[in-house]
Structure formats: C-alpha cells, structure tokens
C-alpha cells in the first residue's frame, strides 16, 4: 500500500472545542459557520458533521456548488450563499435544496424577484458599511424590505454586513462601522449579523443575532499579536512529510535551484517530500522553520515543486523517514503564514489535492 507522502490531519474535536469558543464569547448569537472554500481547506464535509452535530445554526459557503456537496453528503443544516446566485438557474436549484440566499447587488434582486418559486426562498441582504467589496449602500435598507414584502414567497431572514478591519484593533473603521450598520437596523424588522472570527473576538459590540466565524474553528487565531493559545483555540490542523535523504554536503557547495544556499560549513542536508504542488508556498524563505522530533530546524534554499531542503545540523540524530511537521501542533500555522508573507488562511485553503486527508 502507498505511504501518503504529505498527510494533513484533521483533529475534528479540536473544531468542536473552538465552537464552544464562539459559543463562550457570543452566547446569545446563532452561529452561521464559514465552512466556504472546503471548510478552508479542512475538508468541508468532515467539518460540517462535526458542527452540525455539535448544534451550529447555519453554515455559511461562497457558491452554489459548495452548498451542494454539503446536501450531496446529507447536511441538511441551514446553508446560506454568501455571493448569492450567478443565473436563474442557480436559483431555482438553490431553492428547492433549501438554501439561503444573499443579495448583495440590485442585478440579483432583479434576477430573483421576476422568479416564481414552488418553495418559500429565504433570503438575506448585504448591506456594505464601509468595506466597499459586496453590498447595497445602508441608505437602501429600506427600499430592500419594501422589496423584500412586495415578494410573497420570500422570506425575509436577515441583513448582513461585513467587517473590512476588525483583526485591528486600533482601527477606527470597525466602530464606525458598527455603529452605522445598526443605526440603520434599529427600526428594521429581521436578524443582523456583522462579525467574522476577528469582529467576534475582539469587538463584543459586534456579537449581534448571529456571528459568522470561520478562521477560529479551525484553531488559528485571526488578531496579530495573539497566538491561538492566547485566545483558547485548538488548532484543527497539522500537515506533515518526511525525511526521504540526508546528505553530507561540503562547506562552500550550494543547494537546490538556483544555488541560492551555500553551506558555511560541511553540514547535513534533509530532503522534505513536500513542495508548492502540495500547497507550501515557494516564497518561504531560507530560515522559515519545519519541526522534526519537536525542534525547529530552518528550510534551505528553494522549495521546489515536490521537495524542500532543510539544515540538520541541529538535528544530528534525524534520519531518512523521520516525520517533518510544516505547520500544526508547536508550530502555528500563523507563524509559518508569516514567514510566506500571508495569512493562515491561505496556507489552508493552498493544500492541495495531492496531500492525503486523516480525520481524528
Ligand atoms: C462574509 C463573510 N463572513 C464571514 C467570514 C468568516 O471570516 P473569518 O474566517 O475571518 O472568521 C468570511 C470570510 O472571509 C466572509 O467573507
């Protein structure tokens, strides 16, 4: 039987625990769970039977197709369409697998509103209050639910505002965004809902009917500054390879492309079985750390497309086959996102279809 080369084990009760989180920090907000973009890489069907059973409201995905691979696998929770529907054809379909959809542009509530639906269709509006990405201006809040009640088979459920700044806390935009969107809720019938995983955590005033975490289910902390620990998160995540050589290579010589390494010493070189074709960044830099027998030992050289290099002088005892940890448990997916320039949540969602998936 094949050894997997690069495993990203995906510990579902640590997700479990992370709801309980949302749950501490909002308890009187329904949990609308981001789950888009394969439970961010995670694996959405796994991560959507671990929080349904542990009695998350809603899921929230970006498309149609995502929502039904939930269906297909017999999620039957409540799913909303964050970026609503891109046809009438994806309506009609979103409605009878009884999905929830967002409106968030004048062309979809036209779209929407000349079709007839056998079933009630639940939708929601997107109000922009300030991020200027998706949304209708809050000043329109009121000609939507005039809209909204002339459509006898919508339901109306709620109004959703997104944070451009919440993982800053200094920034003043979250308040004001905030305080605006509510503004404009305060004489309007239906749930609100502003805040992703940073708004949850940081801005209580923004824990309203419902919060939309995403990033902290899966155990990475979204705030600069606070590690997951910090905030009781348990990662859910952690992606390995292994040792497949270890060279001796002589002071002065160069390793892998582009000989951009040179040995200051003569020193033993690891090869990694895990490249950018399994989603690590090729951009990480010589010093970026992986983890062997729990030490951190810098990468080398270049990431290629199936290997990396790595510096075990530290290390005199590793050996071909020997477990490499990229990211996961003493080595924070954050961490490793820095060193690449990004943030977790494109280390997540950059695996790849080559890595081999193990649920605990
Ligand atoms: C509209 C919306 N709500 C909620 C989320 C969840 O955000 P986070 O993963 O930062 O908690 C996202 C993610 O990008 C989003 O686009």
């Known amino acids: 039987m094949a050894i997997p080369r690069v495993t990203a084990t995906v510990d579902l009760s640590a997700i479990r625990h992370n709801l309980g989180r949302v749950r501490a920090l909002a308890p009187q907000s329904k949990v609308m769970a981001a789950i888009k973009a394969d439970g961010y890489g995670h694996g959405a069907v796994p991560v959507a039977r671990t929080l349904a059973e542990a009695g998350v409201d809603a899921f929230a995905v970006a498309c149609l197709e995502e929502a039904v691979t939930l269906r297909d696998a017999g999620i039957g929770t409540r799913i909303a369409l964050l970026e609503g529907v891109l046809s009438r054809e994806e309506a009609l379909e979103a409605a009878a697998l009884g999905l929830e959809i967002v409106i968030h542009d004048r062309w979809q509530l036209e779209l929407l509103a000349g079709l007839a639906f056998e079933t009630p269709l639940a939708v929601w509006f997107k109000l922009d209050s300030g991020m200027h990405r998706?949304?209708?201006?809050?000043?329109?809040?009121?000609?939507?639910?005039?809209?909204?009640?002339?459509?006898?088979?919508?339901?109306?459920?709620?109004?959703?505002?997104?944070?451009?700044?919440a993982d800053d806390l200094d920034s003043p935009m979250t308040a004001a965004q905030i305080d605006a969107f509510k503004a404009t809720m305060a004489y309007l019938p239906g749930a609100r809902s502003i805040a992703n995983s940073a708004g949850l955590i940081a801005w209580p005033q923004a824990r309203v009917d419902w919060v939309r975490p995403g990033l902290m289910l899966y155990g990475a902390s979204p705030l600069p500054g606070r590690t997951a620990a910090d905030l009781d998160l348990k990662p859910a995540m952690q992606v390995a390879s292994r040792l497949i050589a270890v060279h001796e290579i002589a002071a002065g010589e160069t390793v892998g492309y582009g000989a951009t390494y040179r040995c200051p010493e003569t020193m033993r070189v690891g090869v990694v079985a895990v490249g950018y074709a399994d989603g690590v960044h090729r951009i990480l830099p010589t010093g970026a750390p992986v983890l062997i027998h729990g030490v951190r030992v810098p990468m080398i050289g270049r990431v290629s497309m199936d290997m990396i290099t790595v510096d075990l002088r530290a290390l005199p005892q590793a050996a071909v086959g020997d477990p490499v940890i990229l990211w996961g448990d003493g080595l924070p997916a954050e961490e490793v996102a820095t060193w690449a320039g990004t943030l977790a949540y494109e280390l997540f969602c950059g695996l790849t279809n080559r890595v081999h998936y193990r649920y605990l």
């Open 134 to 165: 998706l949304g209708f201006p809050l000043a329109e809040a009121g000609a939507l639910l005039k809209a909204a009640l002339a459509q006898p088979q919508w339901r109306l459920q709620g109004w959703i505002t997104h944070l451009a700044c």
